[in-house]
């Protein structure tokens, strides 16, 4: 097993023995840090053009060089000169312009990008994909006099960069109308490293006398989304702000106006790939009849996927669905409202329902024999629906069994989503699971997803960490945690693909009564910088005897998003960037012994030895466990081994 020496940020050295690696790091206030994103103006790129984006960053993002972008079909090139200032220093770039490319073809909706420079990649930002025109706010657009003129369809961007700070755009009509108007401002920060305080924002549509006509406030969260027919010609105005009067530099929004399809949700929202799908659309502008046969594309990833859906000669906006192998069964029109109107349902199998009318409750039955496990699990507003799902199991006497209402992912993520896991069946008979709302509200825009499953050992795997950052002849440490499901105590090896040329990767296991390991990435001498996005897998033996099954997992990257206060928190990305940039402030670190065995109480004590780069006088923290205050997020040393 491995066991990384390890601290706040990065880790820079290692010595490998045949039981300890140790791994020395640079810690949080070093002298060099890599660039944290805050955020991108415009927000938003159109598809088929190249429009530049100025990209502001805690941090410098001197040398910047390469913009990588979730997806396909759009390319990010640095515009502005990476140039020394007169003195022969680096300057600090904190703002650069950045080009974006984006195919005709693009699929719409928000990417992740980074920027690599040689001290790193940073961290994630997002840019929004949109087919309509992108129109900026101006620095004085404050009033109605002042307000930015637009046609619609347009992508309207802009910031509220300070308290009180109103903008206002205007567009005339030349004859009734209905436009929806779907902001997006509080989704575009959640990945933002440090910005506390998200937006609340609120729109509202004014007409030329100043009086409102229509509103919106939340809908996706703090994001609006809202429709309104224009009865009568004129100049309206659209007014964006936070609900607070608050404001901040790093506030940005995106408000597509548009008069086509607008998609929140469908029903069915599961869906079989090869297969055709007859899908009833909800949301704006769908006519009276919205519904489509679809045949679902082969390539589309099994789980919760995002695609565009086919709408006459165009597609709609993006929209999620639950892509399965298995048929799923389609909730009647009959009452199941109790336990005798219960949907029979097979086990396991996924069921499509809608929770269609307040204080609407759905009972699904299901025959179990005494000492069978089973795992319940709802998936609504993961795929964006408006359901906030509890599920209960019950019996035939009605009484409850096991209630939950928000589950936990990832090993620290939470879900307004529900799932009652490795439940044990108390005798032979017949059970029903219940799905309503927590609040008791309903409507076609509550569909959701219910998965009845044995309940298999298996696990999830998470990285703490989306970047890694190393210099020629220097290495580095991810830390993997499993998350072990439904009795799952095996050994789990871990394996890396996509790394650049010149880095190794050591991959170690996590032992059978350890949940988190360590990845040591290598890079030789002779490197060269750059950087490209890795995927971290963890593979185990499942099962008894006869019944044993290959599982492999990939790793779900986390980036950490400070907290006020000085928490730590995370947030799943797409991306884990290994960079291999210029030399550091530590440049080499020795340590010994090399190897260490230990008997039951004996102690070692470890020599290290640091060479520091010129000028670079912080503080160095030693350390095996990666912890930030009294929280332990990797702890890959063995059971009853202390580090002091």
């Known amino acids: 097993m491995w066991l990384p020496l390890v601290g706040d940020k990065r880790l820079i050295k290692t010595t490998v023995g045949l039981s300890l690696a140790i791994l020395i790091p640079q810690i949080a206030n070093a002298q060099i840090s890599y660039p944290m994103v805050m955020s991108l103006s415009p927000i938003a790129a159109q598809t088929g053009t190249s429009s530049e984006v100025v990209i502001e960053s805690r941090y410098s993002m001197f040398g910047a060089n390469q913009i990588l972008v979730t997806g396909e079909g759009v390319v990010g090139e640095v515009v502005t000169p990476m140039e020394l200032d007169k003195d022969g220093k680096e300057p600090s770039l904190t703002k650069i312009k950045v080009k974006?490319?984006?195919?005709?073809?693009?699929?719409?909706?928000?990417?992740?990008?980074?920027?690599?420079?040689?001290?790193?990649?940073?961290?994630?930002?997002?840019?929004?994909?949109?087919?309509?025109?992108?129109?900026?706010?101006s620095d004085k657009n404050n009033t109605r006099d002042q307000a930015l003129p637009f046609a619609a369809p347009a992508m309207l961007c802009g910031r509220i960069e300070s308290n009180e700070d109103v903008d206002y755009f205007r567009f005339h009509l030349d004859e009734p109308k209905t436009l929806t108007f779907f902001c997006q401002a509080m989704v575009l920060e959640d990945r933002i490293h440090d910005l506390q305080q998200h937006a609340d924002p609120i729109v509202t549509i004014r007409n030329a006398s100043g009086s409102t006509v229509a509103a919106g406030d939340n809908f996706y969260a703090a994001d609006p989304l809202f429709s309104h027919h224009f009865e009568e010609p004129g100049d309206y105005f659209v007014e964006v702000r936070d609900v607070r009067y608050q404001g901040n530099r790093y506030w940005e929004y995106a408000i597509n106006v548009h008069d086509r399809p607008h998609l929140i949700t469908v029903h069915p929202l599961a869906v079989t790939p090869g297969a055709t799908s007859g899908l009833k659309l909800i949301g704006h502008h769908l006519g009276e009849s919205p519904t489509i046969d679809w045949t679902v594309p082969q390539s589309l990833p099994l789980g919760m996927a995002t695609t565009q859906l086919p709408i006459g000669d165009s597609r709609t906006n993006p929209t999620q669905l639950f892509v399965t192998t298995e048929t799923p069964v389609v909730e009647s029109l009959e009452a199941n409202e109790t336990f005798e109107q219960a949907t029979p349902v097979p086990v396991p199998g996924i069921v499509c329902g809608q929770i269609e009318a307040e204080a609407d409750l759905d009972l699904y039955k299901f025959d179990a024999k005494k000492g069978e496990r089973f795992s319940f699990e709802v998936i609504s507003r993961r795929l964006g629906t408006s359901l906030d799902p509890i599920v209960n199991l019950v019996n035939s006497e009605g009484k409850s069994l096991s209630e939950n209402d928000d589950l936990k992912y990832l090993g620290r993520m939470t879900s307004p989503d529900a799932m009652i896991e490795n439940w044990t069946?108390?005798?032979?008979?017949?059970?029903?699971?219940?799905?309503?709302?927590?609040?008791?509200?309903?409507?076609?825009?509550?569909?959701?997803?219910?998965?009845?499953?044995?309940?298999?050992?298996?696990?999830?795997?998470?990285?703490?960490?989306?970047?890694?950052?190393?210099?020629?002849?220097?290495?580095g440490a991810l830390f993997a945690r499993v998350v072990r499901k439904n009795g799952f105590d095996g050994p789990v090896q871990l394996s890396v693909e996509g790394l650049p040329h010149g880095v190794t990767a050591t991959c170690g296991d996590i032992p059978p009564n350890l949940d988190d390991g360590c990845i040591v990435l290598q890079a030789s001498p002779d490197t060269n910088l750059g950087a490209a996005n890795i995927s971290v897998l963890g593979k185990a033996t499942i099962g008894e005897a006869e019944a044993l099954k290959e599982v492999s997992v990939a790793a779900q990257s986390m980036q950490e998003t400070y907290m006020p206060g000085g928490g730590r928190s995370h947030f799943?990305?797409?991306?884990?960037?290994?960079?291999?940039?210029?030399?550091?402030?530590?440049?080499?670190?020795?340590?010994?012994?090399q190897e260490v065995t230990l008997k039951p109480g004996e102690s070692v004590k470890l020599n290290v030895e640091i060479d520091r780069a010129e000028g670079f006088d912080k503080n160095v923290t030693l350390d095996l466990l990666f912890q930030h205050l009294s929280s332990k997020y990797a702890v890959t040393l063995p059971k009853g081994v202390a580090i002091d």
């Not at 990008?113 to 790193?120: D, F």
């Not at 998965?451 to 210099?471: H, N, W, Y």
């Not at 960037?577 to 020795?590: E, F, H, I, Q």
């Open 572 to 593: 799943p990305v797409a991306m884990h960037t290994v960079t291999v940039g210029k030399p550091l402030d530590l440049r080499a670190v020795r340590v010994e012994p």
């Open 425 to 475: 069946v108390p005798a032979d008979g017949t059970y029903a699971v219940q799905v309503r709302d927590v609040h008791l509200r309903g409507g076609e825009e509550f569909p959701y997803i219910l998965k009845i499953q044995r309940a298999e050992p298996d696990f999830e795997l998470v990285l703490d960490s989306d970047k890694t950052l190393l210099s020629p002849g220097m290495a």
């Open 100 to 137: 974006f490319t984006v195919a005709e073809d693009a699929s719409e909706g928000v990417r992740e990008i980074r920027v690599v420079t040689p001290v790193g990649a940073s961290t994630v930002g997002q840019l929004v994909v949109t087919r309509d025109p992108v129109v900026q706010e």
